[in-house]
């Protein structure tokens, strides 16, 4: 599978402040069989990456777990440290 990082950091369940990303589709073995196969693309990756933003965000197995307590405990307080984060770190 490529290797895919974000460099800008990111308050997400799914991610890493240091941009590591679980994500099934980037993993070799997957444990829901939609992992890495040389059939797929990098835009099957760009499509898995737009998910993980949208409908796919996973805070049963988390890589960052303070940010799915937070989403689970309390979205108000989850989706501020998301601008606050998108202020800070994002370019645009």
């Known amino acids: 599978p490529p290797v895919v990082k974000c460099l800008t950091r990111i308050w997400h369940p ?22 890495w196969l040389p059939t797929r693309n990098l ?11 949208t409908d796919l965000m ?10 799915a307590e937070e ?7 989850f989706e501020k440290k998301v601008r606050d984060y998108i202020r800070s770190y994002a370019n645009y």
């Open 14 to 35: 799914n991610i890493t402040e240091e941009g590591a990303i679980c994500l099934s589709l980037l993993r070799e073995n997957s444990l829901d069989a939609m992992g």
């Open 43 to 53: 835009t099957e990756v760009v499509f898995g990456l737009a998910s993980l933003f």
């Open 58 to 67: 996973n805070v049963d197995d988390p890589l960052n777990q303070q940010a």
């Open 71 to 77: 989403f689970q405990q309390n979205q108000g307080a």
